[in-house]
T-cell receptor
Framework: DTGVSQDPRHKITKRGQNVTFRCDPISEHNRLYWYRQTLGQGPEFLTYFQNEAQLEKSRLLSDRFSAERPKGSFSTLEIQRTEQGDSAMYLC???????????????FGPGTRLTVT | GENVEQHPSTLSVQEGDSAVIKCTYSDSASNYFPWYKQELGKRPQLIIDIRSNVGEKKDQRIAVTLNKTAKHFSLHITETQPEDSAVYFCAARPNDMRFGAGTRLTVKP
């Protein structure tokens, strides 16, 4: 499968626990995005990377959220001290930006559904 | 920041009819406007997009129109089929991508 993959697909955790999700983008894509989607809403931008650099972070992202992309390939999103309000689908997307070529097209992964009890 | 509004929130049409979904955006710097289709339990899939230097784009039964002056863009689906039933999201991109709240389209056979 050459598309965007995410792991795990589902995560149930107790309030206060830390969770970490992984995203593997399309192999030649150097931009990677994280979104959160709640029921009945569109994806909400959280942060994005170009290669290993985190270029933008939503003001909505609290200090409990951190994302990394250490080698410019896969990325991890960690949520510390989870709260019930963190329950959502966490989506990853990737796109290609190279030299003068900028593809705005973002391709999404299947998401990680987080349930905080 | 960018604010994208999408209407209607639900849309029901008879198979073979046309469906139109409209979005407005607030940031005049937005230059890219994609539409995504999301079926229940699945990832959003890009179905068509348009850049700000183009007024209309068509791909078989799907078309998108853009009015930069009025800051609105629309998705048009002709000859709808039951498999078109899904939630459709518009988005606008000044820097990061901002999505509308979605339209649940139901095509009745």
């Amino acid at each position: 499968d050459t598309g965007v993959s995410q792991d795990p697909r589902h995560k149930i955790t107790k309030r206060g626990q830390n969770v970490t999700f992984r995203c593997d983008p399309i192999s030649e894509h150097n931009r990677l995005y994280w979104y959160r989607q709640t029921l009945g809403q569109g994806p909400e931008f959280l942060t994005y990377f170009q290669n290993e650099a985190q270029l933008e972070k939503s003001r909505l992202l609290s200090d409990r959220f951190s994302a990394e992309r250490p080698k410019g390939s896969f990325s991890t999103l960690e949520i510390q001290r989870t709260e019930q309000g963190d329950s959502a689908m966490y989506l990853c997307a990737s796109s290609l930006s190279q030299g003068s070529y900028l593809s705005y097209e973002q391709y999404f992964g299947p998401g990680t559904r987080l349930t905080v009890t | 920041g960018e604010n994208v509004e999408q209407h209607p929130s639900t849309l029901s049409v008879q198979e073979g009819d046309s469906a139109v979904i409209k979005c407005t955006y607030s940031d005049s710097a937005s230059n890219y406007f994609p539409w995504y289709k999301q079926e229940l339990g699945k990832r959003p899939q890009l179905i068509i997009d348009i850049r700000s230097n183009v007024g209309e784009k068509k791909d078989q039964r799907i078309a998108v129109t853009l009015n930069k002056t009025a800051k609105h863009f629309s998705l048009h689906i002709t000859e709808t089929q039951p498999e078109d039933s899904a939630v459709y999201f518009c988005a606008a991109r000044p820097n990061d991508m901002r999505f509308g709240a979605g339209t649940r389209l139901t095509v009745k056979p």
